[in-house]
Structure formats: C-alpha cells, structure tokens
C-alpha cells in the first residue's frame, strides 16, 4: 500500500494575518492584491457589498466615486449604513466605515458623478467595478473604460435576478456589443427636449439578498483581473 503524502501547515502566523486563510489557496498572490488599485462607481446596495468583500481580500487601493446621499430606502441593503447616517454623502460615509475597518488598506472619497470627476482617478486604475443603478451612467463608464483600455467589471440587480460582466477592451465584448435595440431606445429617449423620461426617475426594484450573491461575482472577477 502506497504511503500517503503529509502534507505540513505552518499555523504560527494564523492568529495574526487577517488574509491568512486564502494565502494557503495553491497560487493565490496575495501581494498582487496588495498592490491594486480599484476605482467603484456606485456606492449604493451593491457598492456596498463588493467594497466590503473587496477589503476582506485585501486590495491595496480603494477609490469609492458616488455624489449621493443615505436614504432610508438603502437601509434594508446596505450593510454600512444605519439610520444615523441618513442624509450624509454615501462615498464618505462608506469610505470611513470602511477605513476603521480595515486600516491597512488606503480608500479615498469622491462625492461627485462620474462624468465629472478627474480622468486620472480611471488612468491609475487597475481595474474599474461598476456599481450604478442608471444605465447611461453604465455606458458612459463602459465608453471611458475602452477608450483608456482600462477593465471593467460591471454589475446591476433588480428584484430577484442580477447580472455581471467583464469587459477587458480589445478582448472581450463591451457593454455596447449586442446592445438589444429596447436599451438604444431609452438612450435615446433620454435627450428629447423638455420631457421628463420616466424610466431614468422611476426607483429600481430590489431584495437584499441580490447584491449580496452578485458583489461575490464581483468581487471575484474584479480579483481575478
């Protein structure tokens, strides 16, 4: 009979590296995670989930990109939210919870839209994770991230069901590619003059539970990047 192989763990350090656990996973580079640097767009129910997951992985560099405010509505799937924080920027709130948390890892806080921040938070970026509810804000993100080669990972929930992608440009498919001719349509609709658009108002559905599973995807293909 065939002796068995024993195979030795070292469990000196085990009580005092908090990533322990998943730097005995054969080929995982912890250092490579360490030295990341992720831009999240969104800091809403599913913002709030990946950046959680991601800091328990140990990314490096954190930059959270939101100009909204906690509303009571974000209660119910917003882990790092409570009722105390109600009115408050969401990015500095979430940035601060985060930080206490995980004081190793470096996050920064920019309480404007997207379209309005500075390019070079996405040039020094490594990978982008979009968290937005708006699809135009999603495509917007989705044209900057091509035109500076930069992935993307990008997902969205409503009601039961979620969705995730990656895009890496030159390589894969982009939120553009296959577009279904119903989203162009709302596009579209966004720039008739004078009208208000309902679908670009109107609050998405949503359980918590959702953001939970897909933030893991998230979390997964942005670490995997």
Same mark, same amino acid.
């Given at each position: 009979? /065939?002796?068995?192989?024993? &195979?030795?763990? *070292?469990?000196?350090?085990? +009580? ?11 080929? @995982? ?5 360490? #030295?990341? +640097?992720?831009?999240? =767009? ?8 990946? %950046? ?10 954190? %930059?959270?990109?939101? @100009?909204? +405010?906690?509303?009571?509505?974000? $209660? +119910? ?23 206490? #948390? ?9 309480? #404007?839209? @997207? ?10 970026? *490594? ?12 495509? !917007? ?5 091509? *035109?500076?080669?930069?992935? $993307? &990972? ?9 969705? &995730? /992608? !990656? ?7 982009? $939120? ?7 989203? #162009? ?14 679908? @670009? ?5 949503? =359980?918590?539970?959702?953001? %939970? ?13």
């Amino acid at each position: 009979m /065939q002796d068995k192989e024993t &195979v030795k763990i *070292d469990m000196s350090n085990s +009580n005092s590296d908090i990533y322990d656990r998943q730097k005995r996973i054969h080929d @995982f580079d912890q250092s490579a995670l360490s #030295q990341g +640097n992720v831009l999240i =767009i969104g800091a809403g129910a599913l913002g709030n989930e990946c %950046t959680k997951n991601l800091c328990q992985a140990g990314i490096g560099r954190m %930059t959270l990109v939101d @100009f909204d +405010n906690i509303e009571v509505s974000n $209660l +119910n799937r917003c882990v790092w939210y409570t009722h105390d924080d109600i009115g408050s920027p969401k990015a500095i709130v979430l940035k601060d919870k985060l930080s206490s #948390q995980f004081t190793d890892i470096s996050i920064n806080a920019i309480t #404007q839209r @997207f379209e309005d921040m500075d390019e070079q938070l996405l040039i020094d970026a *490594d990978v982008v994770v979009s968290c937005v509810d708006s699809m135009d804000t999603r495509l !917007t993100i989705n044209s900057y991230c091509m *035109d500076f080669s930069i992935p $993307l &990972v990008d997902g969205g929930t409503e009601a039961f069901s979620g969705r &995730v /992608q !990656t895009v890496i440009p030159g390589t894969t498919p982009c $939120l553009e590619c296959g577009r279904r001719d119903v989203k #162009q349509k709302i596009m579209n609709a966004r720039y008739r003059c004078g009208e208000l658009v309902d679908v @670009f108002e109107r609050s998405t559905a949503a =359980i918590s539970t959702c953001p %939970t599973a897909a933030s893991s995807i998230l979390r997964a293909s942005s670490t995997g990047i």
